[in-house]
């Protein structure tokens, strides 16, 4: 019980990420999910997809109003990561085997390495958040300026969503700053729906995949959003970026922590 509600309060400063820094946040989604809720991790992505999505949804029509989401860059970055997501929630995971090799007696399963590859994977994010400082410009490049990198930065993104239901802000918010060299706060807002179009497409793909409990589903859910308002309205009052560095390290600490435990069931042979 005392678990559970350490996730919901998890699933709060997930909203909250998303609604302050539009990155970071559904990072969380995962390990919260596996850890705190016992939903195995395949479901857990499932489950990630929709939290997410509907948060990102949120933040994404607060945003609009306030002329932070630019629609021809959501397009271009949406249509190629949208394909990815498709492609592997359709048709790669499915056929994904339970175990995927073997170390002496001991059977390597795709859970344990989702969740090995989800610990350096916030690993990075968090490297990204502390190390890399967002260009603020009043630039805003139509969808003609998006470049090579961007692509890739498009193209990992769906892979990042599709395999692990995450968001993949992190990776969106470095590309928009970085290469398409918008302020904060429109790359902020057009993160979140690059997002939500992702998950979107993602937990439908999911369709009949897994028992849904969705009374927990629900009320984690709506702690998000609740989360995401409240980060939406403190994004007035503080620093983004020293937000960012903090939540960074958080991040970085969880992902150590996650790939020691997975790292046991090596050491335990």
Known sequence: MVLELAGFVACALIGISLGLIGAGGSILTMPVLVFMFNIPPILAT???????????????????????VLPGIVLSFGILSMLVVLLIRRFLLPVVPPVLFHIGARAMTYNWLSMVVFALLMMLAAWLMIRRKDIATDTDLK??????????????????????????GFILIPALTLQLRLNMKKAVGTSLAVIF????????????????NWVLLSGVTLTALVG???????????????????FGWFILILGIFILLKQGSLITNL
């Open 46 to 68: 499932t489950y990630s997809l929709f939290i997410v999505g509907v948060t990102s949804l949120l933040g994404t029509a607060m945003k609009f109003r306030k002329g932070d």
């Open 143 to 168: 969808p003609s300026g998006a470049n090579g990198r961007s692509v890739i930065a498009a193209f990992s993104v769906g892979t990042v969503t599709g395999l692990l239901g995450a968001g993949g």
């Open 228 to 246: 995401c308002i409240a980060g939406t309205s403190l994004s007035r009052h503080i620093q983004a970026d020293r937000l960012k560095i903090g």
């Open 197 to 212: 179009l992702n998950c979107l497409i993602g937990f439908f793909s999911d369709t009949g995949r897994g028992q849904i």
